[in-house]
């Protein structure tokens, strides 16, 4: 058996030598070659255009087909038999065609067929203007190119290329089925039915919407649209029951003020709670752009006071030139709500993601290398008595000045500068507010090649404090420079290999990582913040094991690893990677941090190795994938955190994942561990059975009549309950889908809110319920909808 040897990955031929090389292959070849002809290249061309110019329709010419012309000149044509007549967009099919061109009028019988830029009209008779596309057409079957709707009305009066008005019309989106007796899913009929292509809407007079035999009492005029463009008006009311709202009714109205502005008012009626009044606001110029949203509860019995919040994110660009700048921006963000309850009580607004509500701007500049800001933050920290938190300090102002110079004759360069004013609550912070500026500063000597590096780096960390109140030791002023030193440094070896008979390329990458920065005492410096670094694999490779600027460790430490990869032969695909790091301490790490409100002080870490890092992920298949990360302790033989990933999805709509962690106390017997699973899933529960839903019945069409089950469960083993869930069931019925989803979210500790969404969704109409796609979208991995927005169909897909 021939073994397979690792070799260090090879430099590739240098850039001038293989031009060369190339170049003397090119003439070679050329005296020998016989000339050929340039390569054809795609050229842009107006000609296939969309939509047609009104200025152009009557400059267009016309083409008529038929088993028997005749007619006068310049008077009349008329053609009997497959005759056929086209301009533009628009062709027309009849058994006998008659075109009268002093009035552009054409007149058409049996069997007629029109094709107007996709939409497709059948019936007995027609009468049209073609270049004004004014006319009727009686007793007609129609079918819309942008929804795929069709239906069939007595008459259809053409206004113009865009308007249609439909007598007695119907109109849904189900397949059509052949045979006697057939009744779409759902169905609207009305007395008129106006379309207008150009506004991209709908409008039916004594209109009848009915549902699976169920008909709703008439309504005297209703809008819809006719395709996913943004339309001004009502939009389809949406209803829920939540345990803390009751029964909750939303009726949203949408004013699309300009193609680049639009603004939507909800309010939302709670059975338990009362009104609560919310708008929302966007735009979007070529220099700048937001969103404002507003919320106003006037009375919320719930609380029995008034309730608002308010979010606000504006982006935008400056002419930099004045400046002699390269570039100059502005982000301007404002979170507030009126009370620390706000979280809990509205689940459904950007507050739920934080209890941190940090209102900040900045002015961000750049030059060249060099690159800062101006801004500042103040924060909005919203307490819970079952979980305090430490309010962070604002930053009122901050101002920073960076530098980057990369392979100046070898060399990288950066330096970082900043000056913070910090402000807090003094009756919740234990240290006193300030200004700090601190300046850190570093070179590194990067030597590279395919085949390993080598990164020895000096870096120079300098910071200095004014305090507006004495410190522990009585001074108001503080000080510190600590330098560091490191030096990374890997392997890359690769070598083909073969594995359950598939081949790969694989790689093997060896890394040691040292890093020397020498004690300096920082006890009575304040922490404004600065924290603990998490311990995984991408800070065992960092030179400082705290966050922030106010503490730098004092380590004198090696870090080794190695990872091995699998990449597929074929594609280059990265299939697996195992990795496995360990940080070994030449000498106490004695830096550490004061206690706060809501943490304890940290503790010196001791000399010697660290926890064991291992990690594995593995994309065999693009159908399943399996990440794992532990963290081994030798002294106690036991795991301090472990985290597995397994994800199946083996096809559309088919997705599963499971998820195991465990995080172990930070003190023997302590509660702030974690062990818990989560899983999400979408399937198809048609699959379980053996039924694949390809045919369900009259009316269903390919590929509907299918139940799917969605949902994610977080439980804690620990506490033996369900912290976060979401189930619900979706049923694709082809041209209407259902949703059914009940969601439970914990907003502390000890209490939990409750919601059950539904919706029904006819599909390229309008939906009724409350719909739960944002739910199901940002709790289940990889969610798919079952209906996904796709862009418009072109009329040249229905050219006939």
Same mark, same amino acid.
């Given at each position: 058996?021939?073994?397979?040897?690792?070799?260090?990955?090879?430099?590739?031929?240098?850039?001038?030598?293989?031009?060369?090389?190339?170049?003397?292959?090119?003439?070679?070849?050329?005296?020998?070659?016989?000339?050929?002809?340039?390569?054809?290249?795609?050229?842009?061309?107006?000609?296939?255009?969309?939509?047609?110019?009104?200025?152009?329709?009557?400059?267009?010419?016309?083409?008529?087909?038929?088993?028997?012309?005749?007619?006068?000149?310049?008077?009349?044509?008329?053609?009997?038999?497959?005759?056929?007549?086209?301009?533009?967009?628009?062709?027309?099919?009849?058994?006998?065609?008659?075109?009268?061109?002093?009035?552009?009028?054409?007149?058409?019988?049996?069997?007629?067929?029109?094709?107007?830029?996709?939409?497709?009209?059948?019936?007995?008779?027609?009468?049209?203007?073609?270049?004004?596309?004014?006319?009727?057409?009686?007793?007609?079957?129609?079918?819309?190119?942008?929804?795929?709707?069709?239906?069939?009305?007595?008459?259809?009066?053409?206004?113009?290329?865009?308007?249609?008005?439909?007598?007695?019309?119907?109109?849904?989106?189900?397949?059509?089925?052949?045979?006697?007796?057939?009744?779409?899913?759902?169905?609207?009929?009305?007395?008129?039915?106006?379309?207008?292509?150009?506004?991209?809407?709908?409008?039916?007079?004594?209109?009848?919407?009915?549902?699976?035999?169920?008909?709703?009492?008439?309504?005297?005029?209703?809008?819809?649209?006719?395709?996913?463009?943004?339309?001004?008006?009502?939009?389809?009311?949406?209803?829920?029951?939540?345990?803390?709202?009751?029964?909750?009714?939303?009726?949203?109205?949408?004013?699309?003020?300009?193609?680049?502005?639009?603004?939507?008012?909800?309010?939302?009626?709670?059975?338990?709670?009362?009104?609560?009044?919310?708008?929302?606001?966007?735009?979007?110029?070529?220099?700048?752009?937001?969103?404002?949203?507003?919320?106003?509860?006037?009375?919320?019995?719930?609380?029995?006071?008034?309730?608002?919040?308010?979010?606000?994110?504006?982006?935008?660009?400056?002419?930099?030139?004045?400046?002699?700048?390269?570039?100059?921006?502005?982000?301007?963000?404002?979170?507030?709500?009126? /009370?620390?309850?706000?979280?809990? &009580?509205? %689940? =459904?607004?950007?507050?739920?993601? $934080?209890?941190? #509500?940090?209102? !900040? +701007?900045?002015?961000?500049?750049?030059?060249?290398?060099?690159?800062?800001?101006?801004?500042?933050?103040?924060?909005?920290?919203?307490?819970?008595?079952?979980?305090?938190?430490?309010?962070?300090?604002?930053?009122?102002?901050?101002?920073?000045?960076?530098?980057?110079?990369?392979?100046?004759?070898?060399? /990288?360069?950066?330096?970082?500068? &900043?000056? %913070? =004013?910090?402000?807090?609550?003094? $009756?919740?912070? #234990?240290?006193? !507010? +300030?200004?700090?500026?601190?300046?850190?500063?570093?070179?590194?000597?990067?030597?590279?090649?395919?085949?390993?590096?080598?990164?020895?780096?000096?870096?120079?960390?300098?910071?200095?404090?004014?305090?507006?109140?004495?410190?522990?030791?009585?001074?108001?002023?503080?000080?510190?420079?600590?330098?560091?030193?490191?030096?990374?440094?890997?392997?890359?070896?690769?070598?083909?290999?073969?594995?359950?008979?598939?081949?790969?390329?694989?790689?093997?990458?060896?890394?040691?990582?040292?890093?020397?920065?020498?004690?300096?005492?920082?006890?009575?410096?304040?922490?404004?913040?600065?924290?603990?670094?998490?311990?995984?694999?991408?800070?065992?490779?960092?030179?400082?094991?705290?966050?922030?600027?106010?503490?730098?460790?004092?380590?004198?430490?090696?870090?080794?690893?190695?990872?091995?990869?699998?990449?597929?032969?074929?594609?280059?695909?990265?299939?697996?990677?195992?990795?496995?790091?360990?940080?070994?301490?030449?000498?106490?790490?004695?830096?550490?941090?004061?206690?706060?409100?809501?943490?304890?002080?940290?503790?010196?870490?001791?000399?010697?190795?660290?926890?064991?890092?291992?990690?594995?992920?593995?994309?065999?298949?693009?159908?399943?994938?399996?990440?794992?990360?532990?963290?081994?302790?030798?002294?106690?033989?036991?795991?301090?955190?472990?985290?597995?990933?397994?994800?199946?999805?083996?096809?559309?709509?088919?997705?599963?994942?499971?998820?195991?962690?465990?995080?172990?106390?930070?003190?023997?017997?302590?509660?702030?561990?974690?062990?818990?699973?989560?899983?999400?899933?979408?399937?198809?529960?048609?699959?379980?059975?053996?039924?694949?839903?390809?045919?369900?019945?009259?009316?269903?069409?390919?590929?509907?009549?299918?139940?799917?089950?969605?949902?994610?469960?977080?439980?804690?083993?620990?506490?033996?309950?369900?912290?976060?869930?979401?189930?619900?069931?979706?049923?694709?019925?082809?041209?209407?889908?259902?949703?059914?989803?009940?969601?439970?979210?914990?907003?502390?500790?000890?209490?939990?809110?409750?919601?059950?969404?539904?919706?029904?969704?006819?599909?390229?109409?309008?939906?009724?319920?409350?719909?739960?796609?944002?739910?199901?979208?940002?709790?289940?991995?990889?969610?798919?909808?079952?209906?996904?927005?796709?862009?418009?169909?072109?009329?040249?897909?229905?050219?006939?």
């Amino acid at each position: 058996m021939k073994r397979a040897m690792w070799r260090r990955r090879r430099a590739p031929l240098p850039l001038a030598a293989l031009s060369l090389a190339l170049l003397h292959a090119h003439g070679a070849l050329a005296q020998d070659a016989p000339a050929v002809d340039p390569p054809l290249m795609l050229k842009r061309t107006p000609q296939l255009t969309e939509t047609l110019p009104p200025a152009e329709r009557g400059q267009l010419p016309s083409f008529v087909d038929g088993d028997k012309l005749s007619g006068r000149p310049d008077l009349e044509t008329i053609v009997e038999g497959h005759a056929s007549m086209r301009r533009g967009d628009t062709v027309i099919n009849a058994d006998r065609l008659e075109y009268y061109q002093p009035d552009d009028l054409a007149k058409a019988r049996g069997n007629v067929r029109v094709n107007q830029a996709g939409n497709v009209y059948e019936g007995p008779e027609l009468e049209l203007k073609l270049e004004t596309f004014e006319g009727f057409f009686n007793n007609v079957r129609y079918r819309f190119l942008a929804t795929g709707a069709h239906g069939d009305a007595e008459r259809i009066d053409f206004v113009d290329s865009n308007v249609s008005v439909a007598r007695q019309a119907t109109y849904t989106t189900c397949r059509r089925e052949d045979y006697p007796g057939w009744m779409p899913a759902w169905l609207l009929t009305a007395a008129t039915l106006t379309t207008d292509s150009e506004e991209n809407v709908g409008v039916a007079t004594d209109a009848r919407l009915s549902f699976m035999g169920i008909s709703t009492p008439a309504l005297p005029s209703m809008s819809f649209p006719l395709n996913n463009d943004r339309k001004t008006g009502f939009l389809p009311p949406t209803v829920g029951i939540s345990s803390v709202n009751g029964i909750d009714i939303t009726a949203p109205y949408y004013w699309n003020i300009a193609p680049n502005r639009d603004a939507t008012f909800y309010p939302d009626l709670m059975s338990k709670r009362g009104v609560n009044l919310g708008s929302e606001f966007r735009y979007l110029e070529d220099k700048y752009s937001g969103q404002i949203r507003f919320d106003y509860m006037p009375t919320d019995e719930l609380r029995d006071r008034k309730r608002w919040g308010l979010w606000t994110h504006h982006e935008q660009t400056f002419d930099p030139k004045p400046f002699e700048l390269d570039s100059l921006g502005m982000v301007f963000n404002i979170n507030r709500v009126s /009370d620390d309850n706000y979280w809990r &009580d509205f %689940t =459904r607004t950007p507050s739920l993601t $934080s209890r941190l #509500l940090a209102t !900040n +701007g900045a002015l961000n500049w750049s030059k060249d290398d060099w690159s800062g800001a101006f801004g500042a933050t103040k924060y909005q920290t919203l307490q819970y008595d079952a979980s305090t938190i430490t309010p962070p300090y604002d930053r009122l102002p901050q101002i920073t000045a960076n530098y980057a110079k990369y392979d100046w004759h070898g060399l /990288d360069i950066k330096l970082a500068t &900043d000056y %913070t =004013r910090f402000r807090a609550d003094p $009756s919740v912070q #234990l240290q006193p !507010n +300030g200004d700090r500026v601190f300046a850190e500063g570093e070179i590194s000597r990067p030597l590279l090649s395919s085949g390993g590096f080598i990164i020895p780096k000096l870096k120079l960390h300098t910071a200095s404090y004014q305090l507006d109140s004495a410190l522990a030791n009585g001074s108001t002023s503080a000080s510190s420079t600590v330098p560091t030193f490191s030096l990374d440094s890997g392997l890359i070896f690769e070598r083909d290999a073969n594995f359950f008979g598939r081949a790969f390329r694989q790689t093997l990458e060896p890394r040691a990582y040292y890093v020397y920065t020498p004690y300096r005492n920082q006890s009575n410096l304040p922490v404004y913040d600065s924290a603990s670094n998490d311990f995984n694999f991408a800070t065992v490779y960092t030179e400082n094991e705290f966050s922030g600027h106010d503490r730098v460790s004092a380590t004198n430490a090696l870090t080794v690893g190695l990872t091995t990869r699998l990449y597929d032969a074929d594609t280059g695909a990265e299939a697996a990677r195992f990795g496995i790091a360990q940080r070994y301490r030449i000498r106490d790490q004695d830096v550490t941090l004061p206690a706060t409100g809501s943490t304890a002080a940290s503790v010196a870490s001791p000399a010697g190795v660290s926890d064991l890092l291992l990690g594995a992920q593995i994309n065999w298949t693009s159908k399943w994938s399996l990440d794992t990360t532990f963290q081994y302790n030798a002294d106690t033989h036991r795991s301090v955190r472990t985290a597995v990933t397994a994800r199946y999805s083996p096809e559309q709509y088919h997705n599963l994942t499971a998820s195991y962690r465990f995080q172990a106390p930070t003190t023997a017997g302590g509660s702030d561990g974690n062990k818990s699973i989560d899983v999400g899933f979408q399937w198809p529960l048609n699959d379980l059975w053996g039924d694949k839903g390809k045919d369900l019945g009259p009316g269903r069409g390919a590929g509907g009549g299918r139940w799917y089950a969605v949902g994610r469960l977080n439980y804690s083993i620990q506490d033996k309950t369900l912290t976060d869930g979401v189930l619900g069931f979706e049923y694709d019925g082809c041209c209407w889908i259902g949703r059914v989803v009940l969601e439970r979210l914990s907003t502390g500790q000890v209490s939990a809110g409750t919601r059950l969404m539904f919706q029904l969704e006819f599909v390229g109409f309008a939906s009724v319920g409350t719909s739960p796609l944002r739910t199901l979208t940002q709790n289940i991995q990889r969610y798919q909808p079952l209906r996904a927005p796709h862009p418009g169909a072109s009329r040249f897909t229905n050219y006939d």
